[in-house]
């Protein structure tokens, strides 16, 4: 194997821990917050469904765009862990953005629905 796909297969690894990470760390309370607001387990089961596939999918796409083409053969170990940080830096912002994006759609969520709650 050549040093690029090492770093290629261990940010890969490093991109799929921290997005089950963030997906597991998030999926208790976000499962409560939608249980008691909407009362459907159904559409319960498809928000978090829907989070899952959002934040992996990007993290995957995040991954695969990169080539690690900055460093080369003879490139010394620094170099390479630099590179596999730069990856990982993009997975952390295409992340939060899908955090944010999430959160937004939970809350007019939650507004609309409180309103018809007695």
Not at 29 to 45: M, N, Q, V, Y
Not at 78 to 88: H, K
Request: hydrophobic share 55%.
């Amino acid at each position: 194997m050549s040093p690029r796909s090492i770093a290629f297969c261990i940010s890969f690894v490093i991109v799929i821990a921290v997005a089950f990470l963030v997906d597991r760390l998030i999926r208790p309370s976000l499962g409560k917050l939608l249980e008691e607001i909407t009362a459907l387990p159904p559409a319960t089961e498809f928000y978090l469904r829907s989070f899952a596939i959002a934040i992996f999918f990007m993290a995957i796409a995040t991954a695969l765009d990169s080539t690690h083409s900055d460093v080369n053969p003879g490139s010394h170990f620094m170099e390479y862990v630099w590179s596999i940080a730069s990856d990982l830096k993009d997975v952390l912002q295409g992340i939060f953005g899908v955090l944010l994006g999430y959160t937004a759609m939970i809350t007019i969520l939650v507004a609309c629905l409180r309103r018809r709650q007695p």
